[in-house]
């Protein structure tokens, strides 16, 4: 199944269905159903192998849902859909996902601050029979394939000091693997507590990262004993990126693409720009996946309704996943409870009205080369303290102001040439040396990122002999050359001592008394040293009290400046730009990610084009007017909230 998709150059989806509170000819109904409304042909039905004994023998839970899954594939009456099977936990999601855990089994759990959690430890001899013993007893039906889900990890999700496992079990492999003799406590006290960069930490989670190896080749073992060579796919978790590609590789059948369904889900939504907190995991993920073929968006509705995410919503993430290079989506666009079709049905219509504009944009993003400032993502072991699964902190400038500016940009590894965008502790995640490249090329850096530089020993490269605390009260900042004032940003202000070569674009004023001239310049704004601006501000995470239009002015003179502006989306709202050249022309994609419409679209273009043409929910490209002005294009096409549409523009002297 995955082999002929691969080759065929299409994108993948699965779509996830449920067999609670359905009997298997409801099941059965449901995905027939399903298939007609949405077009989509390949299916998991979601069952839990976390052992519950009910008090009794935990493989009974097994047998249920392997007879289950018989019962449903007698009831089928289409064999062109391929259905496979969702082990939707099997070591356990932990906290709020696990309230069901059954405490009876006496079997190791993982341990962290001594206290064993609701995760079972995939070491446990006992577990691991289960395992195997059980995916027996679910495979009875023979399903076209398998889905392992992102419980299949040894990390926790961000938090404080939340790593994992401290059992006797993990404690005696890490010993036997690097010589060592410590107990449970003395490990976790000797990674708790170690310093940045402290090699225990990375030997920690490599360990862990073995274990977890072994037990998704368990899997694929057992799986092989009893249907030789079926599809395998591994949903991972974003703190696992740079990990979870090998995982996906163990998954896989020799002779089938590693396929791996990134974590970067936007579940429980509140607005439309919540998309744009999920581009740096997506593209840390891309970046380091090497080993998956075939990487998947995690746009699932959890917990499967419209209050949860919106249709319209779901089919943002799935385009902005293919702008991003992913491979097609892990869907589940039914309600897990029970059968309500008034959940499914705008979930359905708006995937089948788009499932040729999904194909020819995977096509075409194929041969796109994106532009834009680069925002550099190092790898994720690369992290001061890489036990502590937080998420990269390497996207502020991104997050906090290009994805919403309208601005395009891109990423890359930390060698990714460009202008290149570095903020707050990003720095501590370069080695010397991929700093020394990245400053050897134009870059915007705010004042953190610049006095952990400065600390480091690159002050000169950008223009600074320091950077100190600014203890004096300023008002607001200038551009130099106009005189126009630009409202401060609320993030924190440093003192920035420029080299004498180094020329200041905007100051910081005080005010020294209540006139038209009390006014007096208190320390630089923003500096330049050759092609490298800095800032004085700081660029933190979500402060949306600093998207003004007077900042956004600022920053996009400042890009201009370095060549890190090589198109924009024109709004006064939030707005995403996606920019990049084609073999014959430029591919641009607008969403609209503001609450209020949009009557038009307008863009801003270094040439004006020959012909716009935009792209239809059946793959087609429809040539659309337009309108210039300067280098202002004007499309007469409405975009309503979180809505997204993706334009193919010939230059002058493109062949058609």
């Known amino acids: 199944m995955l082999t002929v998709i691969q080759k065929s150059g299409e994108p993948f989806f699965v779509s996830i269905v449920s067999c609670n509170h359905r009997t298997p000819e409801q099941a059965a109904a449901e995905i027939e159903e399903l298939h007609r409304l949405s077009g989509l042909v390949n299916f998991a039905v979601s069952f839990s192998m976390q052992p519950q004994s009910l008090g009794g023998d935990p493989l009974k839970k097994a047998e249920w849902y392997g007879e289950k899954f018989r019962q449903l594939q007698a009831c089928r009456k289409n064999p062109a859909l391929k259905i496979g099977i969702l082990i939707q936990q099997s070591m356990g999601h932990g906290g709020r996902w696990n309230p069901n855990f059954d405490r009876s089994l006496d079997w190791q759990r993982t341990t962290r601050n001594g206290v064993p959690g609701v995760k079972f430890c995939p070491l446990d001899p006992r577990f691991r029979k289960y395992i195997a013993d059980g995916l027996c007893l679910i495979m009875a039906g023979k399903p076209d394939f398998l889905i392992l889900d992102d419980d299949t990890r040894m990390t926790l999700l961000p938090g404080d000091r939340k790593v994992e496992c401290f059992c006797p079990l993990h404690t005696d492999h890490f010993n036997r693997k690097y010589g060592t003799n410590y107990t449970p406590e003395e490990l976790r006290d000797a990674v708790v507590n170690a310093p940045a960069h402290d090699p225990i930490q990375l030997k920690f989670m490599a360990s862990g990262a073995e274990t977890i190896s072994g037990y998704i080749r368990l899997f694929r073992e057992t799986a092989d004993s009893i249907s030789p060579g079926i599809p395998m796919l591994l949903c991972g978790c974003h703190v696992d990126a740079g990990r979870h590609g090998k995982w996906a590789a163990d998954a896989a059948a020799p002779g089938q693409p590693p396929v791996l369904r990134i974590g970067n889900g936007s579940y429980l939504e509140r607005s439309a720009h919540d998309i744009i907190f999920r581009n740096t995991d997506t593209a840390s993920q891309k970046l380091y996946s090497s080993e998956a073929a075939l990487l998947l968006d995690e746009a699932d509705t959890c917990p499967h309704t419209l209050y949860s995410k919106s249709a319209r919503t779901m089919h943002l993430h799935v385009v902005c996943a293919l702008l991003n290079g992913l491979d097609g989506?892990?869907?589940?666009?039914?309600?897990?409870?029970?059968?309500?079709?008034?959940?499914?049905?705008?979930?359905?219509?708006?995937?089948?009205?788009?499932?040729?504009?999904?194909?020819?944009?995977?096509?075409?993003?194929?041969?796109?080369?994106?532009?834009?400032?680069?925002?550099?993502?190092?790898?994720?072991?690369?992290?001061?303290?890489?036990?502590?699964?937080?998420?990269?902190?390497?996207?502020?400038?991104?997050?906090?102001?290009?994805?919403?500016?309208?601005?395009?940009?891109?990423?890359?590894?930390?060698?990714?040439?460009?202008?290149?965008?570095?903020?707050?502790?990003?720095?501590?995640?370069?080695?010397?040396?991929?700093?020394?490249?990245?400053?050897?090329?134009?870059?915007?850096?705010?004042?953190?990122?610049?006095?952990?530089?400065?600390?480091?020993?690159?002050?000169?490269?950008?223009?600074?002999?320091?950077?100190?605390?600014?203890?004096?009260?300023?008002?607001?900042?200038?551009?130099?050359?106009?005189?126009?004032?630009?409202?401060?940003?609320?993030?924190?202000?440093?003192?920035?001592?420029?080299?004498?070569?180094?020329?200041?674009?905007?100051?910081?004023?005080?005010?020294?008394?209540?006139?038209?001239?009390?006014?007096?310049?208190?320390?630089?704004?923003?500096?330049?040293?050759?092609?490298?601006?800095?800032?004085?501000?700081?660029?933190?995470?979500?402060?949306?009290?600093?998207?003004?239009?007077?900042?956004?002015?600022?920053?996009?003179?400042?890009?201009?400046?370095?060549?890190?502006?090589?198109?924009?989306?024109?709004?006064?709202?939030?707005?995403?730009?996606?920019?990049?050249?084609?073999?014959?022309?430029?591919?641009?994609?607008?969403?609209?990610?503001?609450?209020?419409?949009?009557?038009?679209?307008?863009?801003?273009?270094?040439?004006?084009?020959?012909?716009?043409?935009?792209?239809?929910?059946?793959?087609?490209?429809?040539?659309?007017p337009f309108s210039a002005e300067g280098k202002r294009i004007t499309v007469p096409v409405r975009l309503e909230c979180a809505q997204i549409a993706v334009f193919r523009i010939s230059e002058k002297g493109c062949p058609e």
């Open 329 to 624: 989506a892990k869907l589940w666009i039914t309600d897990t409870f029970k059968p309500d079709p008034a959940i499914t049905a705008p979930y359905a219509a708006i995937i089948k009205e788009n499932m040729g504009l999904y194909r020819e944009l995977h096509r075409t993003v194929g041969s796109w080369r994106r532009e834009g400032a680069v925002n550099n993502l190092p790898l994720p072991e690369n992290s001061p303290f890489p036990a502590f699964t937080e998420m990269t902190p390497c996207g502020r400038w991104v997050e906090g102001y290009l994805a919403v500016y309208g601005v395009p940009f891109r990423w890359g590894k930390p060698q990714e040439h460009g202008v290149h965008l570095i903020a707050g502790e990003a720095v501590d995640w370069f080695t010397d040396a991929e700093i020394e490249k990245m400053l050897a090329e134009p870059a915007l850096i705010d004042a953190e990122a610049a006095k952990r530089l400065v600390d480091r020993g690159f002050g000169k490269p950008i223009g600074l002999e320091s950077v100190e605390e600014l203890t004096r009260t300023t008002e607001a900042e200038f551009i130099v050359k106009t005189g126009e004032p630009v409202r401060k940003s609320r993030g924190k202000y440093y003192l920035l001592k420029p080299l004498p070569e180094t020329e200041v674009l905007t100051v910081l004023k005080a005010r020294t008394a209540y006139s038209a001239d009390g006014l007096e310049d208190a320390a630089p704004g923003t500096v330049q040293c050759g092609r490298i601006i800095v800032t004085a501000w700081t660029v933190q995470p979500n402060n949306r009290i600093d998207l003004q239009n007077d900042r956004r002015g600022l920053l996009l003179q400042l890009l201009e400046r370095i060549g890190g502006l090589p198109a924009r989306v024109v709004s006064d709202a939030d707005a995403g730009c996606w920019y990049g050249s084609l073999e014959h022309g430029k591919l641009l994609a607008a969403a609209n990610l503001a609450y209020d419409p949009w009557p038009e679209c307008v863009f801003e273009l270094k040439q004006i084009p020959d012909r716009i043409e935009l792209l239809q929910g059946d793959g087609s490209w429809k040539t659309v």
